[in-house]
């Protein structure tokens, strides 16, 4: 029997995830595999984070504090804001997910790059809105034509920063005339998943958006730089009416006990942080000179990733790798994104880079 699924539903396709370490294992019976697809930390977890959950396992017959008192609070705390206007995520993608289904009625308009993170457009169709789809300039977000595409029907405006997967920034300046010309009644999403890792003394503080009262949410994560990704938990901080407004469609106990407690440690843990961007930047050095030796041109990147042009079908290069112990992601056409990992990794997949693009598959 033909089930009723609404051609939205029908047009979209399963999120494909990073493959598995152990799945590729499995497959071709490798004894090290090296996974540089998915921007976790490779440092691990915040220390601070694993001995928070020593214990933990007590209390696993009990929901978790559905408030995320604690966690909420620290987080206010950090930002200066009122517990009010944080709310947690099973990861941001979750947030993302409900700003989807609180503010999107069919046909409701939501403005994006083309070359973003496609988790947006599944859920601004799932809830059978219209997706409008900005062109990136020179691998950036184009925010003047992102202002132009707005009309009378749109609600949310996505701005991923720094962008995922091409790994480039707006600056402050071309956000403030952004947030100059789009109407008040416009929510604009700030997904910083990879802001502790930015560099660049021009990366706007959207923050500043919220503490003014403006319509706008800033996303951050937990799964990046503290290491936390196998928890699943992330954050909003926006207006306490819009907050308000999530909190009323979001599941209930949707931050799991462990992914709180281990939160709450890991927001402590400034060495950890500390430690992972100093080996991210030397890391994204070293990779940036031995793409370059092959002949690549990395686009500049303020995140934990870089995205390059491998000049030849980006699918079977994946593949190659792959069949080398090697898991980055392929994107689409020639483009490939690899996350920066500790040095021997990046040598190792530098050296196996060298074999595939010179017929060594």
């Given at each position: 029997?033909?089930?009723?699924v ?5 047009s979209?396709?399963?999120y494909?995830?990073g493959?598995p ?7 071709l019976?490798?004894t ?13 977890a915040?220390?601070?984070a694993?001995?928070a959950l020593?214990?933990?396992?007590d209390l696993?017959?009990?929901y ?5 008192y ?11 804001v ?17 700003l989807?289904?609180?503010f ?18 599944m ?5 059978h809105?219209?997706?409008v ?15 132009r ?9 996505f ?8 790994g480039?920034?707006v ?18 999403v700030?997904?910083?998943a ?6 660049n003394?021009?990366f706007?503080?959207?923050?500043a958006y919220?503490k ?5 949410i800033v ?5 990046k ?30 931050a799991?006990?462990l992914a709180q407690?281990?939160?709450l440690?890991a927001?402590?843990?400034d060495?950890?942080?500390a ?5 991210n ?16 041109a ?9 995205y390059?042009d491998?000049?030849q079908?980006?699918?079977l290069?994946?593949d ?10 392929h994107?689409e056409g ?5 996350t ?9 997949f530098?050296q ?5 693009l010179?017929g060594?598959?």
């Amino acid at each position: 029997m033909a089930l009723h699924v609404h051609p939205d539903i029908r047009s979209l396709r399963p999120y494909v995830p990073g493959k598995p370490i152990d799945e590729l294992q499995r497959e071709l019976g490798l004894t090290r595999v090296i996974k540089l697809a998915s921007n976790e930390n490779p440092l691990g977890a915040s220390p601070k984070a694993l001995a928070a959950l020593t214990g933990a396992q007590d209390l696993l017959h009990r929901y978790p504090d559905g408030g995320a008192y604690q966690l909420r609070q620290s987080l206010a705390d950090r930002w200066k804001v009122e517990r009010e206007q944080v709310i947690l995520g099973n990861g941001s993608d979750e947030i993302l997910g409900l700003l989807a289904r609180t503010f999107l009625t069919p046909g409701d308009e939501a403005i994006m790059a083309d070359h973003t993170f496609v988790i947006y457009k599944m859920e601004v169709t799932a809830v059978h809105g219209k997706p409008v789809v900005v062109p990136l300039v020179d691998w950036t977000h184009d925010l003047e034509s992102m202002v132009r595409a707005v009309t009378p029907r749109t609600r949310l405006l996505f701005l991923c920063n720094p962008n995922n997967p091409t790994g480039t920034m707006v600056s402050a300046g071309a956000v403030d005339r952004l947030m100059a010309n789009v109407p008040d009644d416009v929510i604009v999403v700030f997904d910083e998943a990879y802001f502790e890792y930015v560099r660049n003394p021009q990366f706007p503080d959207a923050m500043a958006y919220v503490k003014q009262g403006r319509n706008a949410i800033v996303l951050r994560t937990f799964s990046k730089i503290y290491g936390l990704a196998g928890l699943r938990i992330g954050y909003g901080i926006s207006t306490t009416e819009v907050i308000d407004f999530l909190n009323r469609v979001r599941p209930p106990f949707n931050a799991n006990s462990l992914a709180q407690k281990a939160a709450l440690a890991a927001l402590s843990d400034d060495e950890h942080v500390a430690k992972s961007r100093t080996v991210n930047e030397a890391g994204m050095a070293q990779m940036e000179h031995g793409l370059r030796a092959l002949g690549m041109a990395p686009i500049p990147s303020e995140t934990n990733f870089l995205y390059f042009d491998a000049k030849q079908d980006g699918r079977l290069v994946f593949d190659a790798l792959l069949r080398k112990g090697i898991i980055v992601r392929h994107i689409e056409g020639t483009m490939i994104r690899v996350t920066i990992g500790q040095p021997d990794e990046n040598v190792a997949f530098l050296q196996a880079l060298e074999k595939v693009l010179h017929g060594g598959r």
